[in-house]
């Protein structure tokens, strides 16, 4: 794992904006702040948790921009610039290496199923375009695309700009075949998974980290999992793990659960507002009821954790 270059925790950044829409940059820097200052491994901004899908091209760019200038290289920032529209991801992508990211996170088209070929097509055109380092995010669940370990494994061989992955699949079958068939040709290729449940086994198998939604809120669960399996002390990890299983009932509560996360961060105080972009949602008082007790039932579990 330490010979990955994007490992360990890299929380999915929420975009915090103000009622009308438009960007809260003073929250956005808080968030970033209380991030940095829970030591996550990375940062990763405008992914699915990040409403990219509901910013324009400028907005991301925008966005880029003040992050990158923001953190300041005080972790590893990654950049979703993923698009149905090649010439887009590319333009995104080479905007991001122009702002000083240290990599990106390229989700695949959706709307079309595309076949294998088409799929390998895409993501070699923005690897060949630059050479700023490239992780496929894979989230079949969202994009309706289904790319084999054998397509990443082709991709990671032919690009040396081909990093890692994102696989936010429920599949811990898809991982251990992705750790065993990719690491094999190379063994720096990242294997990250999105769904933070998936960290302990993934970790466990070989994998590098995760990029978990609920480590926007509450980062020391995760971190602490993380960090206590890499220092040799798998029974501490094992304790984290538990600790964080009722934590994934906030994803339960709303869809997309990007609200719930925003509320989660403002019930920690992390100081943000839970304004949303539609056509997500904002919460009724008795969801915010339900974060708050979700909350109540971690921070008890975090307490005997850290006995």
Not at 273 to 301: M, P
Request: a neutral charge; aromatic letters at 10%.
């Amino acid at each position: 794992m330490s010979g990955t270059r994007f490992h360990g925790v890299i929380p999915p950044m929420l975009t915090a904006f103000k009622e009308d829409g438009t960007f809260d940059w003073e929250g956005n820097e808080k968030l970033i702040d209380f991030l940095i200052g829970s030591r996550v491994h990375g940062i990763f901004i405008l992914g699915s948790m990040g409403e990219f899908s509901r910013l324009d091209a400028q907005e991301r760019k925008s966005f880029s921009e003040f992050a990158a200038k923001y953190i300041n290289g005080r972790v590893p920032l990654l950049v979703g610039t993923g698009s149905c529209n090649t010439r887009e991801a590319i333009d995104l992508t080479r905007h991001a290496k122009d702002v000083g990211a240290d990599g990106v996170l390229v989700v695949t088209p959706y709307y079309w199923g595309l076949t294998e070929e088409n799929l390998y097509d895409y993501f070699a055109a923005i690897a060949q375009a630059v050479d700023i380092p490239v992780l496929i995010y894979h989230f079949p669940a969202l994009t309706g695309q289904q790319m084999s370990p054998q397509l990443v494994k082709r991709l990671a061989t032919d690009f040396a700009n081909i990093v890692g992955i994102k696989a936010s699949v429920d599949s811990i079958t898809y991982v251990r075949q992705l750790i065993l068939e990719v690491k094999a040709v190379k063994p720096e290729f990242s294997v990250l998974v999105g769904f933070d449940d998936h960290l302990f086994n993934t970790l466990a198998m070989g994998g590098d980290g995760a990029i978990p939604g609920t480590a926007n809120f509450y980062p020391e669960v995760t971190v602490g999992l993380y960090e206590s399996f890499v220092k040799g002390n798998p029974a501490e990890s094992l304790k984290w793990h538990r600790t964080l299983l009722p934590l994934l009932e906030v994803y339960a509560l709303d869809n997309p659960p990007i609200g719930v996360i925003k509320e989660a961060c403002k019930q920690r105080g992390v100081g943000i507002e839970s304004f949303v972009r539609q056509s997500a949602g904002s919460l009724n008082e008795e969801r915010k009821k339900q974060v708050s007790r979700i909350l109540q039932k971690v921070k008890e579990a975090t307490a005997v954790s850290r006995q």
